[in-house]
């Protein structure tokens, strides 16, 4: 599944060693939302900035990502549905 079209938006952020530094806290804090998850650091220029958007995907479905995004932020984590 790893391959799948649906994924989730974690975080946008200066730069990729934050977006990595952003993944490591995340699953320290919710190691059981995490689990079996791989970060997808992806960098992005928009109106002449740079960052680096912080997803996961792997998700079968857009309700299993809707899903996701719900259990995340229940515990506090920011979640956006991202297609890739």
Same mark, same amino acid.
């Given at each position: 599944?790893?391959? @799948?079209a649906? *994924?989730?938006?974690?975080?946008?952020?200066?730069?990729? !060693? @934050?977006?990595?530094?952003?993944?490591?806290?995340?699953t320290k804090?919710? /190691? $059981?939302l #995490?689990? $079996? &998850?791989? /970060?997808?650091?992806? &960098?992005?220029?928009?109106? $002449? @900035?740079? #960052? =680096?958007?912080? &997803?996961?995907? $792997?998700?079968?479905?857009?309700?299993?990502?809707?899903? #996701?995004?719900?259990?995340?932020k !229940?515990? *506090?984590?920011?979640?956006?549905?991202?297609? =890739?």
């Amino acid at each position: 599944a790893a391959s @799948s079209a649906y *994924g989730v938006q974690l975080a946008a952020l200066a730069s990729e !060693a @934050s977006a990595q530094a952003e993944w490591a806290r995340l699953t320290k804090a919710a /190691p $059981g939302l #995490f689990a $079996g &998850r791989t /970060p997808v650091v992806e &960098r992005v220029e928009h109106a $002449g @900035s740079v #960052f =680096f958007r912080l &997803r996961t995907r $792997g998700f079968t479905s857009i309700a299993d990502a809707t899903e #996701f995004c719900a259990h995340a932020k !229940a515990q *506090g984590v920011a979640c956006t549905l991202a297609r =890739f």
